[in-house]
Nanobody
């Protein structure tokens, strides 16, 4: 069983920035595709950004150019740098490995005020 631990969320004004971190045991991020997802109240969980073992990234259209996913292999941690935040980015953010889909962690709440 893989346990994901997401952190770094908080309350920020529109236009602000946050950096989320995703750590996990029993999975090596450098050889797996890891993705960030988010779920806003009343909405389905959606994929926000992903990074594969080669370091290639892809993003949801809604965050392209504002969010950056990255990975620190030494720390076995994946980050999501979020800039120019908008109120519609408000959600609980989760990480997971989309080719396997382990149990979800607790997520980290991001709230963007207008």
């Amino acid at each position: 069983q893989v346990d994901f631990v997401e952190s770094g969320g908080g309350l920020v004004q529109a236009g602000g920035s946050l950096r989320l971190s995703c750590a996990a045991s029993r999975i090596t991020f450098s050889i797996n595709t890891v993705a960030w997802y988010r779920q806003a109240p009343g909405n389905q969980r959606e994929l926000v950004a992903a990074i594969n073992s080669a370091g290639s990234t892809n993003y949801a259209t809604s965050v392209k150019g504002r969010f950056t996913i990255s990975r620190d292999n030494a720390k076995n941690t994946v980050y999501l740098q979020m800039n120019s935040l908008k109120p519609e980015d408000t959600a609980v953010y989760y990480c997971n490995a989309p080719t396997v889909m382990y149990n979800w962690g607790q997520g980290t709440q991001v709230t963007v005020s207008s």
